[in-house]
Structures are given as structure tokens and as C-alpha cells.
């Protein structure tokens, strides 16, 4: 079946670092990826997504590569500020776009 | 994207009741879906709403503890039933068309004594 693997957290960083949380999967077909955030209190937003081989997906100064020959999703961004402190889920859907498989989630902490 | 709303957004129940969770959508939609997050924990999809018919549930899930309803194609109800305090927990409720991402609500926090 199809599975998601998230680097565990929390990731703690300072405002303005460089951010990469790996994600990376296994599945038959050709799923779609996405990451979501789930910010304190709050229910799931779709931070970005790509449906095939090499899109790239980007949002907010989020962005993540669809790499095929490595199974991989990770996400980046360049300089992160307090406010991108949330919950991270990487997911995936089969390819009828119907079931999400999550991964366990990071907690992302950035400190002033 | 579809705006969907979850009511009660939290509860606090005693053991023994049961409650049931609204999801509305402000328009129809194919898929409708409910997903329990465990304190600290990730997602787990409880069952698929179906129209019309008996919902389809994962495995690990059951009809008489999570009774699912889906009258038309913008509206669904999850109940937790007989509760406990394991059943303490974020549930979801999320739509999708087709191929495009699932979107979901805010949640229900229920926490049981």
C-alpha cells in the first residue's frame, strides 16, 4: 500500500534560516504530492501540490520538487519567520485523486 | 476552493454519550471525507461519506462507533458514539473533486472525562 515518510520533528530554527523538511514516499501508480500545514488550533491548509514527475510546486516562498527516481518531496524555503510555525503533513493521493495517505508530520519552531 | 464549516468546533463530553459532528459545504462536491488526528499524531481517515449509501470505512473503524451520514452532496455528519477517553481526539471532515486537493475544516476538538 501506499505510505508517506516524514523526518521527525520539532525542527527549531532561527528566523530567517533555511528550511528543508524531507518527505518521501511509496506508491503504486501515479500519485499526486502535496504538503499541508496545520498552524495552533487550526484544521489542515493545502501549502502547495504537483501532480507529476519534476512539477514543482511553490506557495507562500514554500516550494517542493516531485522527484520520481528518488520517491522524494522535500520541502524548502529560503528564509523562515515566526510565523511559518505550524505543523507540516506530507501527503499523497492514488491516482484516482481519491484516498490521502499522511505522513506523521513535522512541528516546525522558529525563534526571533 | 470550497468553504466548508464543522460544528461544534470543541466539546467536552462525559464517557458513555455519544455526539455528532455537522461538516457543510457551500457547494456540492464529489467526496466528502472524516479523519481523526490523535493528540501529537497524524491523520488517520476514518471512513468516506458516500451519497445516497453507507459510508466506506478504514480499517479499524466501525459503523456502530462512527455512525456516518450523507443526505446530499453538501452536507455529512459524523457521530462518536459510546464514548471514552481514547476517543479524545481532532476530527476532520475534508472534500475533494476529482483530482483536486482535498480541503478541509477547521475541526472538532472533543475531549472526553
Known amino acids: 500500500g501506499n505510505s508517506v515518510t516524514q523526518m521527525e520533528g520539532p525542527v527549531t530554527l532561527s528566523e530567517e534560516a533555511f528550511l528543508t523538511i524531507n518527505c518521501t514516499y511509496t506508491a503504486t501508480g501515479y500519485p499526486s504530492l502535496f504538503w499541508y500545514v496545520q498552524y495552533p488550533g487550526e484544521g489542515l491548509q493545502l501549502l502547495l501540490k504537483?501532480?507529476?514527475?519534476?512539477d514543482k510546486g511553490s506557495n507562500k516562498g514554500f516550494e517542493a520538487t516531485y522527484r520520481k527516481e528518488t520517491t522524494s518531496f522535500h520541502l524548502e524555503k529560503g528564509s523562515v519567520q515566526v510565523s511559518d510555525s505550524a505543523v507540516y503533513f506530507c501527503?499523497?493521493?492514488?491516482?484516482?485523486?481519491?484516498?490521502?495517505?499522511f505522513g506523521g508530520g513535522t512541528r516546525l519552531m522558529v525563534k526571533p | 476552493s470550497a468553504v466548508i464549516s464543522q460544528k461544534p468546533s470543541r466539546d467536552i463530553c462525559q464517557r458513555g454519550t455519544s455526539l455528532t459532528i455537522q461538516c457543510q459545504v457551500d457547494?456540492?462536491?464529489?467526496?466528502m471525507f472524516w479523519y481523526r488526528q490523535q493528540p501529537g499524531q497524524s491523520l488517520t481517515l476514518i471512513a468516506t461519506a458516500n451519497q445516497g449509501s453507507e459510508a466506506t470505512y478504514e480499517s479499524g473503524f466501525v459503523i456502530d462507533k462512527f455512525p456516518i451520514s450523507r443526505p446530499n452532496l453538501t452536507f455529512s455528519t459524523l457521530t462518536v458514539s459510546n464514548m471514552s477517553p481514547e476517543d479524545s481526539s481532532i476530527y476532520l471532515c475534508?472534500?475533494?473533486?476529482?483530482?483536486?486537493?482535498?480541503?478541509f475544516g477547521d475541526g472538532t476538538r472533543l475531549s472526553i472525562l
Open positions: 504537483a501532480t507529476k514527475a519534476d
Open positions: 475534508s472534500v475533494g473533486m476529482g483530482l483536486q486537493p482535498q480541503h
Open positions: 457547494s456540492q462536491v464529489t467526496m
Open positions: 501527503a499523497l493521493s492514488d491516482s484516482a485523486g481519491n484516498m490521502l495517505t
